[in-house]
């Protein structure tokens, strides 16, 4: 047990880029800034979603910055299997004896799939109990796919919710999207919202189905990819245009004014 | 007029450092990724917020890639003062005459004071312009300050609102707190919000006598600055700790669970 005197570690948030998954490997320093990278070479403590695909991100971070210790001499830490299904934003998932390793004064990396975690993809437990030990909690800088999309609308960027993944009941699906509609146009609050890529077009044609012709419909697709595409138009407008949405491609979903 | 075969030009959003009217000024790679700044220092067409500001963060652009012209040539636009003052998401701003230069073929950049346009400031009219002009509209990475508090607040990213600054009426202060605090509890939609970094110790106050005990309480200030500071807690620690919040840091509040 570290004594009184012992300095803790901090708790690193790392964004990774947006690639993740897909065909393409963009070089590291095109998204994340030096600062970034820097740290998080720096760093032999890790909690994780997946540990290959953590190495994976590690071997590109050790090509621009040299990691401090090899990647098979790091402590990587999956979150266990629960938490990817149901998320650990409910507080039912305590994750403080995660944090060992910044008790004993190492600093940790907290890593997620695809841009910052605990911003649609898990990991706030990790935070929460970096809080609660009172460990420094240092937010790095990198791509959030979120705010990208939300900026590339043109929409309200005033007032906006994120709610995620919606139902893929196409009943419960219609209600939702009308709801959501309701609340883009009534109180201009942009709605962002997302779905696993092979459902892409199934959602765009709910929401071409549902929205009226007039509501504003945005997506950004691969962003930080080659082919990046950000569209914005009214419903009107999209069904003219036959504009259509891949089902490999990431993309973030806006309904606005 | 450009003829038919002239290729247009792309719209850039471009992200600024978040120390914008600070005493603080950090080396921008530390927050921007190079491919961003490479971005940034090949336009000469700018609508921005201030050109002051503009002109200022483009010379510390230029002391790491050099500018495509002389900043004097540039061509720098400012939005209108009653964009500035009522903001320009709810369509009554008219922003396709400020494209010209990329009918004619110029890439252009949209700039706004801190972090990235048209999020938390003005510049949303300018993106849909360039939308309904079918001009590509290209979002550069940078540092957000609300997604990196979100991060560091340990808070549900799964699920989330940014609902700007709320009233500073002390009756309709409160009474919006405990709407926020419902949808948080309630929904549990982590609730975001903003302040004039004047007014920072007087929301923290409002904030900590309105909500209950064991709602969850989070700021991140002076994200990207040296002291830069994280704190997430439930509103009775934040009350025994007695944490207080400065008047001249920029901060980002977090309500939740």
Known sequence: MAGLGTPRG???????????GC????DVRQTLPDASLRAAASLAHWVCENAKTAR?????????????VPIQAMQIIELPREVHKKGDHDGSFDARHLMTPALQGHDMGLLSE???PAIA????SVVRAAHDLELEVV??????SLMLALAASGMNGQDFAFVGYIPSSP????????????????????QLLIETPY????LLASLLQTLAPETRLATASGLGMPGETCRSASVKTWRAKGWECDKSTPTVFAIGR
């Open 10 to 20: 901090r708790l690193f948030l790392v964004p990774a880029p947006l690639d993740f």
């Open 23 to 26: 065909d393409v490997v963009t």
């Open 56 to 68: 994976a991100y590690l071997k590109r971070i050790d090509a621009v910055h040299p990691l401090c």
């Open 114 to 116: 695809a841009g910052m």
């Open 121 to 124: 993809d898990p990991g706030s």
């Open 139 to 144: 937010p790095l800088v990198g791509p959030m």
């Open 171 to 190: 009943a419960e699906r219609v209600a939702r999207i009308r709801a959501l509609e309701a609340q883009a146009l009534g109180r201009g609050q942009t």
């Open 199 to 202: 459902r892409n077009p199934a």
